[in-house]
């Protein structure tokens, strides 16, 4: 039998059926504290309980599309500000019995970008929130997506170890305070400001100098600082490490 022939006898009901679906672990920072979008069912299944927003993969577009699709559909996110986003897959989840409506497997993926809208709930969906992490322990959590906050939560805290995807969390032009304050904010975790300083201007291509400085000086006064943007690095070599991971390695 050649393939054509092969193709024209193939019948699909011949095998158990399984859908894709894509969630999204979108993260921003919001009021110095890092939120989770999520979404409150409408409808069953888990009708009430809070889930990540998500979908069937439709069958003209890819995995990539269909994330990006989802998010700007409960964030209302569109054209350029949509490509400034950060979106990667973070890992594959298909437990037989994940799903009851039949076999489900999902590919999540991870996003986050700074200053993103108040979210706009979807016909599915009862009511869309921005999230503070800490505050998922009071929320009723739908399918296995604990389990996926869980890893995309662990996704972003190592990424910002080896790679530079804190600038990705604010605007073009930062200070070093405003990047200190994204790692300590995704890590929980605070950090020696001189430290932190020396450690990021010694990693090649991390940041580099604008040549212009804030407008004032801080709070209580003092030089302006000075204004850096993303550099050309890929991965950051020495990595920053969190304060926990620093002490495992010494």
Do not use: C
């Not at 869980?150 to 600038?167: H, M, N």
């Not at 801080?218 to 993303?230: E, I, M, Q, T, V």
Request: glycine share 8%; hydrophobic share 40%.
């Amino acid at each position: 039998m050649n393939e054509q022939d092969f193709l024209a006898a193939y019948d699909p009901r011949d095998y158990p059926a399984v859908a894709v679906t894509v969630d999204v672990v979108a993260l921003t920072i919001r009021d110095g504290a890092l939120h989770l979008l999520l979404i409150r069912r409408a409808a069953p299944p888990y009708a009430g309980h809070w889930a990540l927003p998500g979908g069937f993969v439709r069958p003209d577009e890819d995995l990539a599309a269909g994330a990006r699709r989802e998010l700007a559909e409960e964030t209302g996110l569109g054209g350029e500000r949509l490509r400034r986003v950060h979106l990667e897959q973070l890992a594959t989840y298909g437990g037989p019995d994940r799903d009851p409506r039949m076999r489900v497997v999902s590919v999540a993926h991870l996003a986050f970008a700074p200053d993103l809208p108040d979210p706009v709930a979807d016909t599915d969906a009862d009511e869309a929130i921005w999230l503070p992490v800490t505050a998922l322990t009071s929320r009723q959590l739908a399918f296995d997506h604990g389990r996926i906050i869980d890893d995309g939560l662990e996704r972003a805290r190592s990424k910002l170890e080896y790679t530079p995807l804190a600038t990705r969390f604010l605007a073009p032009e930062f200070t070093i305070t405003e990047l200190r304050a994204v790692y300590e904010t995704v890590w929980g975790h605070p950090l020696h400001a001189g430290n932190f300083h020396r450690k990021v201007l010694s990693v090649p291509g991390f940041v580099e100098s604008t040549g212009a400085s804030t407008e004032r000086g801080g709070s209580r006064g003092g030089p302006r600082a000075k204004l850096y943007r993303a550099g050309d690095a890929r991965l950051l070599h020495p990595a920053l490490l969190r304060p926990a991971r620093e002490e495992t390695v010494r």
